[in-house]
Structure formats: C-alpha cells, structure tokens
C-alpha cells in the first residue's frame, strides 16, 4: 500500500477559520501511524475560492479526499478508513 498523504491547507481562508493547530496533527499521526501516513502543510488548496460565501474551511485532503471543516478527529477517521480499504 502507497503511503497515506495529508495535506493541510494553511492558506489565509484556512488559516483564519482554524488550521493553524492542525499542524500539531504530524505529531499525533507519526504516534498512531508511523510512516504509513505523510503529512504535509500546504498552500491554498483552492477551494475556498468556490464557495467563499459558504466556505467550509478549514479544508484538509487526505490522499484525494477533501474534507471540510477539518478537525484532528475526523482527519484520523478518514486516515483509518483509507487503510482499513487498503489492506
Ligand atoms: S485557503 Fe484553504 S482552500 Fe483556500
């Protein structure tokens, strides 16, 4: 199985609607998961410029799935669930 990427988005959007503490997200995945899961800070993901009005941010993609009004707990799910497929 290909390693697991998470990208957080710390783009201005994001960054006001709370992603600057998902970066402490690297120290909790390193624990649970080792290095079966990279993550990664990132520039705009560009999708708060498609629904600025109801932006959803902050945004975090987990290999290719986006997921909105990101928390640490729902990022772990999907991780789970994205190895749990993969195994
Ligand atoms: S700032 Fe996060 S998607 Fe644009």
């Not at 624990?31 to 932006?55: P, Q, R």
Request: charged share 25%.
């Amino acid at each position: 199985m290909d390693k697991i990427s998470v990208k957080v988005c710390l783009g201005t959007t994001c960054f006001v609607k709370n992603s600057a503490y998902l970066p402490k997200l690297k120290e909790i995945v390193a624990k649970e998961f080792g290095d079966k899961v990279e993550v990664a800070s990132s520039l705009c993901l560009g999708v708060c410029s498609t629904n600025w009005e109801i932006s959803k941010a902050p945004y975090i993609k987990v290999n290719n799935v986006l997921i909105q009004e990101a928390t640490i707990e729902k990022v772990l799910a999907e991780i789970e669930a994205q190895i749990k497929k993969g195994e």
